[in-house]
């Protein structure tokens, strides 16, 4: 059974940073799909959607190719699960969580469009876009989808399914994230506070259009300026998985 603790802090932010040295300047726009909607609706030039649906449950690190897709990334130490309350898009199939370690993902195509499903979130996730090894964006995932989801109740609880309308206190969201000067080739999904990070639906492409609600990011030039540590604090959720 998982136990749901809450705990407040103060302030609302957001943190786009990279590590001392490394950081580059990038020009990210944020998106967030309607309630429900576990798919972006952008469109692409090319794209691919990995599922987790047909993998063994458990802890692996193993190679998508995102449904047969002209891109493919190498997924470590990811945990999937099958769907219960705390995610699975739809209401069925598996779904990915990072656990207590976090996971990582390395592509084999540059790519400039990242969006995924998050589901049951926790504010203390940290997803991290690296290109050649370089930092290009940090971004405390509580926060990305902005106050105006947190305080929507339509995008609270579970959607679909069996589980619908359960764990209420925590946001279900398909969030679009743009690279608008520059590419990415790795992901790192971490969950510092011990948390899980539960999303679905990793969608990875070149875009054409964009789609959805714009969140506020700062300016390009901001992104080296803000802490890696993540100054942005919200409502942290802490689950633990017996």
């Known amino acids: 059974?998982?136990?749901t603790i809450r705990s407040m802090a103060l302030g609302l932010g957001f943190a786009m940073a990279g590590m001392a040295g490394s950081a580059q300047a990038a020009t990210w726009q944020l998106t967030y799909e309607a309630p429900g909607v576990v798919n972006t609706t952008s469109t692409f030039t090319s794209y691919g959607v990995e599922t987790f649906d047909g993998l063994a449950t458990g802890t692996q690190t193993y190679t998508s190719t995102y449904g047969g897709s002209p891109y493919s990334g190498t997924y470590s130490k990811v945990q999937v699960l099958g769907f219960d309350q705390y995610g699975g898009a739809g209401g069925s199939g598996n779904y990915a969580n990072g656990n207590v370690s976090g996971y990582s993902l390395s592509l084999a195509t540059d790519v400039n469009y990242f969006g995924f499903w998050l589901s049951a979130l926790n504010t203390g996730n940290v997803l991290t876009f690296k290109q050649n090894g370089q930092v290009v964006g940090v971004f405390d995932a509580g926060n990305i989808i902005s106050a105006a989801v947190q305080s929507n109740p339509a995008y609270k609880g579970n959607p679909a399914g069996l589980h619908k309308?359960?764990?209420?206190?925590a946001e279900y969201v398909f969030v679009n994230?743009?690279?608008?000067?520059?590419?990415?080739d790795a992901l790192s999904f971490a969950t510092p506070y011990g948390t899980g990070f539960e999303s679905d639906n990793h969608t990875v492409g070149i875009y054409a259009t964009q789609s959805g609600t714009p969140v506020s990011v700062p300016e390009p030039g901001m992104a080296s300026l803000l802490a890696l540590g993540l100054a942005s604090m919200g409502a942290l959720r802490r689950r633990q998985r017996a």
């Open 165 to 169: 309308g359960k764990v209420m206190d």
């Open 1 to 3: 059974m998982n136990n």
């Open 177 to 184: 994230f743009y690279l608008t000067d520059g590419y990415f």
